[in-house]
């Protein structure tokens, strides 16, 4: 079992490049379910600031997380992957 403060402790590694691509901020789950469809990250473009409240969000299906070690999540994400 991992608890979600764990994940967040995670680096998100992109396996396509090999880039940081952040930290996890947020899961999102199917209620219906009860499964992670997506984790969703911070990203490393732009920070966010207590006044300007705007930061980069990154949203990856569950499907392309490929492993989740000691210290990092190993993420398949192409190049041309859009953020929300």
Not at 6 to 25: A, F, H, P, Y
């Amino acid at each position: 079992m991992m608890k979600i403060s764990d994940l967040q402790s995670k680096d998100i590694v992109n396996m396509e490049n090999g880039k940081r691509l952040g930290n996890l901020s947020d899961l999102d789950i199917n209620l219906t379910t009860g499964q992670i469809d997506a984790i969703i990250i911070n990203g490393t473009g732009k920070m966010m600031s207590f006044f300007n409240r705007e930061t980069e969000e990154v949203v990856i299906p569950w499907s392309n997380i490929l492993k989740i070690g000691n210290d990092v999540i190993l993420v398949q994400v192409p190049e041309s992957y859009q953020s929300y």
